[in-house]
C-alpha cells in the first residue's frame, strides 16, 4: 500500500527544526519549501558532540555526602564518542572535600555507556555503564580508597538510566502519525545519528 505523507510547509519546518534543536540530515530546508514529504524530513537527524556534552553537563557537578564530614563531587564531564563500540564516553573530576580540615583532593573517573531509546518517554537514556578507570594515585591512601570505592557509585547513581535527550514532541508526534519509530541509534565520527522509518525496519 503506497506511503502517505503531506508536504511540509517552510513555516512548518522552521518550527519544527528550532524546537529540536538538532542537525536534520537529508532534507535542507530548501527541500521543505520545495514540498519534500515529511518522511524524508524525518527520516535522520543528529546531535553532534558539543551538543551531547551539554546535555550531559546539565546533571553536573553532583554531590554526595558523607556523614556531614565530607563531600565527595563529580564536575566537568567531558564527553567524547566512540563509533567503534557504538557507546559513548565520558571522563569527569573527583574532588573530596574534608569538612574538619578544610582539605581538598581530586582525582578523575572515566567511564562509557550505551544508549536505548525509551518509547514511552520518547527519550534517549544512558544504558550498560561501565566504569573504565579510577585515577586517584597523587590522593593519601585513607582518601583514595574513600574515592575508588564511592566515585564509581556516585557515577552510577547519576548516569545509570539517566535520560539524555528528549525528542521534541511535535518532531515525535509527526513520526508517530507516518507509523514510524526510532530504529536505531548510532554513534558516528560527527554525533549521535538517530535513525527514523517504519517500525521494525533496521
Same mark, same amino acid.
Not at 149 to 165: F, H, K
Given at each position: 500500500?503506497?506511503?502517505?505523507?503531506?508536504?511540509?510547509?517552510?513555516?512548518?519546518?522552521?518550527?519544527?527544526?528550532?524546537?529540536?534543536?538538532?542537525?536534520?540530515?537529508?532534507?535542507?530546508?530548501?527541500?521543505?519549501?520545495?514540498?519534500?514529504?515529511?518522511?524524508?524530513?524525518?527520516?535522520?537527524?543528529?546531535?553532534?558532540?558539543?551538543?551531547?556534552?551539554?546535555?550531559?553537563?546539565?546533571?553536573?557537578?553532583?554531590?554526595?555526602?558523607?556523614?556531614? !564530614?565530607?563531600?565527595?563531587? %563529580?564536575?566537568?564531564?567531558?564527553?567524547?564518542? $566512540?563509533?567503534?563500540?557504538?557507546? #559513548? /564516553?565520558? *571522563? +569527569?573530576?573527583?574532588?573530596?572535600?574534608?569538612?574538619?580540615?578544610?582539605?581538598?583532593?581530586?582525582?578523575?573517573?572515566?567511564?562509557?555507556?550505551?544508549?536505548?531509546?525509551?518509547?514511552?518517554?520518547?527519550?534517549?537514556?544512558?544504558?550498560?555503564?561501565?566504569?573504565?578507570?579510577?585515577?586517584?594515585?597523587?590522593?593519601?591512601?585513607?582518601?583514595?580508597?574513600?574515592?575508588?570505592?564511592?566515585?564509581?557509585?556516585?557515577?552510577?547513581?547519576? !548516569?545509570?538510566?539517566?535520560? %539524555?535527550?528528549?525528542?521534541?514532541?511535535?518532531? $515525535?508526534?509527526?513520526?508517530?502519525? #507516518? /507509523?514510524? *519509530? +526510532?530504529?536505531?541509534?548510532?554513534?558516528?565520527?560527527?554525533?549521535?545519528?538517530?535513525?527514523?522509518?517504519?517500525?521494525?525496519?533496521?
Amino acid at each position: 500500500m503506497p506511503e502517505s505523507t503531506s508536504p511540509l510547509t517552510r513555516r512548518q519546518c522552521q518550527r519544527l527544526f528550532a524546537g529540536a534543536g538538532i542537525a536534520v540530515l537529508l532534507a535542507p530546508l530548501g527541500a521543505c519549501a520545495a514540498g519534500s514529504s515529511a518522511a524524508n524530513v524525518l527520516r535522520t537527524m543528529t546531535l553532534s558532540q558539543g551538543q551531547l556534552n551539554d546535555l550531559v553537563a546539565k546533571r553536573f557537578p553532583y554531590t554526595r555526602n558523607f556523614s556531614g !564530614l565530607a563531600d565527595l563531587s %563529580l564536575q566537568s564531564p567531558r564527553l567524547r564518542l $566512540l563509533p567503534q563500540t557504538n557507546r #559513548l /564516553g565520558t *571522563a +569527569v573530576d573527583l574532588v573530596l572535600a574534608e569538612k574538619l580540615t578544610g582539605s581538598r583532593y581530586t582525582g578523575a573517573l572515566d567511564l562509557n555507556y550505551g544508549l536505548r531509546f525509551d518509547d514511552k518517554e520518547g527519550a534517549i537514556r544512558m544504558a550498560d555503564l561501565k566504569v573504565n578507570r579510577v585515577d586517584v594515585d597523587q590522593v593519601p591512601p585513607a582518601q583514595r580508597q574513600l574515592l575508588s570505592q564511592y566515585g564509581p557509585r556516585a557515577a552510577e547513581t547519576l !548516569l545509570s538510566n539517566m535520560v %539524555l535527550y528528549r525528542i521534541p514532541e511535535e518532531y $515525535l508526534g509527526m513520526a508517530r502519525n #507516518l /507509523g514510524w *519509530a +526510532v530504529n536505531a541509534l548510532r554513534v558516528l565520527p560527527e554525533g549521535l545519528r538517530i535513525e527514523l522509518g517504519p517500525k521494525g525496519a533496521s
